[in-house]
């Protein structure tokens, strides 16, 4: 296990309903990072993944009821924060972020840029729903924050806790991670990216990519006329 460059970093992996991913995904964070750094926040599954975790003896958080990925990304920060932490790398369960990628993103850490992770968003490497949600909401959100933003919609991503105080987020959906980078990129904030895989190996997606990007949308208009 290479431990050295996650001193001051929290890796967060919201989880649910993801039981047939953990067991290989923890085993494989474990090579990567001490199990003192890694948060499961598992967000109401109704699955067993909750005993999995359990029986890992991983930290966790659990809600009793589903939430929304944005609510078990919140609670993760909230606890980064209160622990010191310097940043938080952001994972989801599914394995369609190998752990093993995570390296490059302490590679390129300084402790105040936020790294998204980025995939080739090419339509015959995924879905047409999720290339064209993703191409949109990443346009939207490089023209009002006047910087390029290829893969708004990666869950993979790195961010300095400092940032986080600074950022008023208020949805609790999927479309938490296009608000962040939205309010990041409204507060000037360096943004870059990180390449990674982009994998899509017929895992079940609790994404509404119409539904998401609406509410997306619904956000920008809101700042716009408010």
Same mark, same amino acid.
């Given at each position: 296990m290479?431990?050295?460059?996650?001193?001051?970093?929290?890796?967060?992996?919201?989880?649910y309903?993801?039981a047939?991913? @953990?067991?290989e995904?923890? *085993?494989?964070?474990? $090579?990567?990072?001490?199990?003192?750094?890694? #948060?499961?926040? =598992?967000?109401? /599954?109704?699955?067993?993944?909750?005993?999995?975790?359990?029986?890992e003896n991983?930290?966790?958080?659990?809600?009793?009821?589903?939430?929304?990925?944005g609510?078990?990304?919140?609670?993760?920060?909230e606890?980064a924060?209160?622990?010191?932490?310097?940043?938080?790398?952001t994972?989801?369960?599914?394995?369609?972020?190998?752990p093993?990628?995570?390296?490059?993103?302490?590679?390129?850490?300084?402790?105040?840029?936020? @790294?998204?992770?980025?995939? *080739?968003?090419?339509? $015959?490497?995924?879905?047409f729903?999720?290339? #064209?949600?993703? =191409?949109?909401? /990443?346009l939207?959100?490089?023209?009002?924050?006047?910087?390029?933003?290829?893969?708004s919609q990666?869950?993979?991503?790195?961010?300095?806790?400092?940032?986080?105080?600074?950022?008023?987020?208020k949805?609790v959906?999927?479309?938490f991670?296009?608000?962040m980078?939205?309010?990041?990129?409204?507060?000037?904030c360096?943004i870059?990216?990180v390449?990674?895989?982009?994998?899509?190996?017929?895992?079940?997606s609790?994404?509404?990519?119409l539904?998401?990007t609406?509410?997306?949308?619904?956000?920008?208009?809101?700042?716009?006329?408010?």
């Amino acid at each position: 296990m290479t431990d050295t460059n996650f001193k001051d970093v929290l890796v967060i992996v919201p989880v649910y309903n993801a039981a047939p991913h @953990l067991p290989e995904l923890i *085993r494989r964070c474990r $090579e990567i990072v001490a199990p003192e750094k890694l #948060l499961f926040v =598992n967000d109401g /599954s109704t699955d067993h993944g909750l005993d999995i975790l359990k029986k890992e003896n991983v930290n966790y958080i659990s809600f009793p009821v589903n939430r929304g990925k944005g609510a078990a990304l919140k609670a993760g920060f909230e606890y980064a924060i209160e622990k010191g932490y310097r940043s938080v790398l952001t994972i989801d369960a599914d394995l369609q972020h190998p752990p093993e990628e995570m390296k490059g993103f302490l590679e390129a850490d300084d402790g105040r840029t936020v @790294l998204i992770g980025t995939r *080739r968003i090419k339509l $015959e490497e995924m879905p047409f729903p999720r290339w #064209l949600s993703n =191409n949109l909401t /990443s346009l939207i959100i490089s023209v009002f924050s006047s910087r390029r933003v290829r893969d708004s919609q990666s869950g993979f991503r790195l961010m300095p806790t400092a940032i986080l105080k600074a950022v008023q987020l208020k949805t609790v959906k999927y479309d938490f991670e296009s608000e962040m980078l939205f309010k990041m990129g409204a507060l000037d904030c360096p943004i870059d990216e990180v390449p990674i895989s982009t994998i899509y190996d017929g895992s079940p997606s609790y994404i509404n990519p119409l539904k998401d990007t609406l509410r997306f949308i619904r956000q920008i208009w809101k700042r716009i006329w408010a």
